[in-house]
């Protein structure tokens, strides 16, 4: 059980675009899902926390206009990555978790992104 | 959320027991003790949690002091598998729910 999948494992894309990458929680509901980057040899960060149904919050330093988080099902959050620029290049994971006990997230595999 | 405290890295024998250990001493009294792990280029995983008493499963087991100002995570038969980076994470749930990620202990488990 808790099983998480994202969309797509890696994509490669042109600075300028936009890239969305989705989350799913594959045998449970999630009220709250997560959005974490981590750059090579670095540690998780937390980019953003959404809630099914509201507005997703941001932490300090995340750009919620280029950072476009939808929470719109119990079992689907996407990430759209606008704009993308070489920097923005990184290991992209998502975890999902159910109400009460928030802090035992379940992992996605992570989406490797790559902007040329 | 408290701070913690873990050796960067650390070795173990295949088929024996891996002890990662983990300081906390400003851990507060509603805060939990997680651990989780994160194999290469692969998203993290939830091993074990606890508060005070110690608690065993599947995967660990985990030990916190009476003064759960440290923890212990106990792999009892380590397999290569089981090489990643491991993560003590402290949280007092609730409202706060965040994870920070700290950089972890890698363990390497050696043939």
Redesign the interface.
Known sequence: G?V?S?HPSRVICKSGTSVKIECRSLDFQAT?M?WYRQFPKQ????MA?SNEGSKATYEQGVEKDKFLINHASLTLSTLTVTSAHPEDSS?Y???A?TSG??????????T?LLVL | DAKTTQPTSMDCAEGRAANLPCNHSTISGNEYVYWYRQIHSQGPQYIIHGLKNNETNEMASLIITEDRKSSTLILPHATLRDTAVYYCIVTSGGSNYKLTFGKGTLLTVNP
């Open positions: 808790a998480v994202q709250t997560f540690s998780l960060m937390l926390t290991f994971i998502c975890s978790a006990r928030q802090e035992t997230q379940y992992f996605g595999p992570g490797r």
